[in-house]
């Protein structure tokens, strides 16, 4: 996998196959081609009285996208070798990593590719290429580049997605795991629901349930976070809202991403839990945090407790739950009994969210996964090692169906972040990227990833992940 960003300078000399690699895997937005600005300030391609204005072009737009950290591919021979330094720096000012693609197209496949052109190179033209790029080739390694990488053979078949096998009876979802070993939830934070809440619920969970998603998880707010939405925005009670996807005819495990344990006295939400781990035949989880916004607790009359107090409550949130859950009504916990039906149907997994280092040891003690950021697994892995507590992520990815399409989002997105610095945040890219990122996380030891996408309207948007539950 190329870095990305990046500045990826093109060597090989002509019907090396250099602008239909670029071609096939970058927007025509992040290629800088020398031909091609030829044709703007020329009279086309090969009109070389045109070089000079065209380079002068070239230098300053691939100045200008490296300047604001944006991934630029370099589409000229690439066998000027004070050219390509001056790009070397360019980009180490910028902070982006630099990769030279060296096409070692076999010479005769390049004068046979020559010959078919409109207008071919004259065959001593070509000839002197193929020349200077042997010894170009040596030159590269001495100048510092991230890697110098060599393409041969690549094929004509534009990298795609791997696709769900068709026709498989749907697994429960307990077995759903992708290939590469993860449990994949869908975290609904967002209801742009419009004139039909239920009907767009609906059609989310049915999306989901198709895609291959294990379960579906509710964001637990009662005003939307300022990180997500306006606070007009819609944020329904998750328990409730649960319930109504409890009655769909999905095999999806339901539950929320994360409950405060400041909103309800943990019984109450083991109560709600119960019930809906009853109704769905044991397919409710409990998500749990300590709770972080103070305005939502002021709007609603809500006690907001120090940060110390509420980690206590948590502690005790997880015992009470688990003993009302528990066989039996003795006392238990902080509780004089523990009188509680309907039993739920199957152990209910909590998942304590938050990477703080008490949080964390609470989670490693008391629950069944702790939940974190991506940027805080190796934390979150050493807190639980020795322990059967897993480690989840919380994960916000701009995902788009192709390169074109994700870069649409970014810019649609970003509002006034640096498309390059929000790219970054938000991994922005490509299934096949994502999925790249995915088996990193797996081969790391996490065991699930609760997936939230900030463009998620309505269901072509969750089907646009399936390819990252394969
Ligand atoms: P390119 O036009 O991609 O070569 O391919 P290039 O390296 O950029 O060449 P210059 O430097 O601009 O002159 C040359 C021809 O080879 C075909 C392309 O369709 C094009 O007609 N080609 C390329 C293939 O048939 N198969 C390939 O895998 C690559
Ligand atoms: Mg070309």
């Known amino acids: 996998m190329l870095p990305d960003p990046a500045l990826v300078v093109l060597v090989g000399p002509s019907g090396a196959g ?16 020398s031909d091609a600005l030829r044709g703007v300030v020329g009279s086309g391609p090969s009109d070389l009285d045109a070089s000079a204005d065209a380079f002068d072009l070239l230098e300053r737009i691939v100045a200008a996208r490296l300047g604001r950290g944006l991934t630029t591919v370099v589409d ?3 066998l000027d070798d004070s050219r390509r330094t001056a790009w070397l720096a360019a980009a180490r ?18 004068r046979e590719r020559n010959r078919q052109r409109d207008r071919p190179v004259p065959a001593q033209v070509l000839a002197g290429q193929l020349r200077k790029a042997g010894v170009t080739s040596t030159a590269l390694d001495l100048e510092g580049w991230d890697a110098v990488l060599r393409i041969t053979d690549w094929g004509r078949v534009p990298e795609s997605a791997p696709q769900r096998p068709l026709g498989l009876t749907t697994p429960s979802a307990a077995e759903r795991r992708s290939s590469q070993g993860l449990r994949f939830v869908l975290q609904v934070g967002r209801f742009p629901w419009g004139e039909d809440p239920a009907a767009w619920l609906t059609a989310i969970a049915r999306a989901a349930d198709d895609a291959g998603f294990a379960g579906l998880a509710l964001m ?24 109504l996807l409890a009655g769909l005819d999905t095999r999806l495990e339901l539950g929320t991403l994360v409950t405060p344990v400041t909103f309800r006295p943990p019984g109450i939400t083991a109560k709600a839990a119960a019930t809906l781990d009853a109704v ?191």
Not at 18 to 33: D, F, G, L, P
Not at 93 to 110: I, N, S
Not at 221 to 235: C, S
């Open 220 to 243: 637990d707010h009662l005003i939307q976070i300022p990180q997500v939405g306006r606070a007009w925005e819609p944020i329904p009670e998750p328990w409730v809202t649960l319930g």
């Open 18 to 33: 250099k602008s239909t690699w670029a071609a096939s895997r970058y927007r025509s937005e992040e290629i800088v081609s």
């Open 280 to 470: 769905t035949g044991g397919r409710a989880f409990v998500g749990l945090g300590a709770g972080w916004w103070e305005r939502e607790h002021a709007a609603y009359g809500v006690p907001f407790p120090p940060a110390g107090q509420r980690l206590d409550r948590v502690e005790v949130a997880i015992e009470t739950m688990r003993a009302l859950w528990a066989p039996g009504t003795k006392a238990a916990a902080e509780l004089p009994e523990t009188t509680s039906y309907p039993r739920p149907a199957h152990d209910i997994p909590i998942i304590l969210g938050g990477a703080g280092e008490r949080t964390l040891r609470i989670g490693a003690r008391l629950a069944d996964a702790v939940n974190v950021r991506t940027e805080q697994v190796d934390r979150a892995l050493a807190a639980v090692q020795g322990t059967d507590t897993t480690v989840s992520v919380l994960d916000l990815p701009i995902v788009g169906r192709d390169r074109d399409d994700t870069w649409t989002r970014v810019e649609r997105l970003r509002g006034s972040t640096k498309a390059s610095t929000y790219a970054e945040r938000t991994h922005a890219g490509t299934p096949a990227e994502q999925r790249d990122r995915y088996g990193r996380l797996a081969e790391r030891g996490v065991d699930a990833v609760f997936l939230a996408i900030s463009d998620l309207d309505g269901p072509d948007d969750v089907e646009r992940l399936s390819p990252l539950l394969t």
């Open 93 to 110: 000012a910028a902070h982006l990593p630099a990769v030279v693609m060296r096409f070692d197209t076999p010479p005769e496949l390049c």
């Open 76 to 78: 000229t021979l690439g």
